[in-house]
Each structure stands twice: as C-alpha cells, then as structure tokens.
C-alpha cells in the first residue's frame, strides 16, 4: 500500500508564491512518475505537472513558466514551487504516483489565491 501526504498549502494573495509538498511512504519500490492534479469546486480533476523517476517533467500550459516540481528520490517527496500564483490557480492539490500501473493520490490540499 502506498501512503501520500501532502503539505503547504494555504491562503496566498495574486502574485504570491506557495510551496506544496508530498511525502510518499509504505511499498514505495517501483514508484516511477510522481505529481501533481487539481481540483476546484464543480470542476473536473485536472493534471498540473508530474516527474519522472529520471527528473523528466511535464506541465499543464497554464502553470509553464509559473510553476516548477521536483523531487527527492531517496526522501520519496515531491515538491511543487508555485509563483505567480492567479485566484485561477485556487483548487485542493492532489498528490499522484504511479507504481505498476496503478495510481495512488493523497488527500490533498487546499491552495487559495484571493486579494
């Protein structure tokens, strides 16, 4: 069983910045793409960046430039620093990782961007 927890979120005004964090514990071996996804009320899920056991990243188009993940293979924790952050941008993140074709997620947590 995998276990996600995730951290960082709060309230932030427009062009602030937040860093989330998602440590993963439990059978980790065999982990490879860990990220992140997005949901805001009456909203569908949707993907915002993930990263490969390699360090290969991908973005949503609208965090690119904004948002930047990584992570720490040997504290299995991914991060993801958002600047710039928009009231769009407020939504509960969801941490994923991918092991042997299935995919696991935390509780989330939630990112407001409000003046």
């Known amino acids: 069983q995998v276990r996600l927890v995730e951290s960082g979120g709060g309230t932030v005004q427009p062009g602030g910045a937040l860093r989330l964090s998602c440590v993963v514990s439990g059978s980790t071996f065999g982990i490879n793409a860990m990220g992140w996804y997005r949901q805001a009320p009456g909203n569908e899920r949707e993907f915002v960046a993930d990263?490969?056991?390699?360090?290969?990243?991908n973005y949503a188009d609208s965090v690119k430039g904004r948002f930047a993940i990584s992570r720490d293979n040997a504290k299995m924790t991914v991060y993801l620093q958002m600047n710039s952050l928009k009231p769009e941008d407020t939504a509960v993140y969801l941490c994923?990782?991918?092991?042997?074709?299935?995919?696991?997620w935390g509780q989330g947590t939630q990112v407001t961007v409000s003046s």
């Open positions: 990263i490969t056991l390699g360090g290969s990243a």
């Open positions: 994923k990782a991918d092991r042997f074709g299935r995919r696991s």
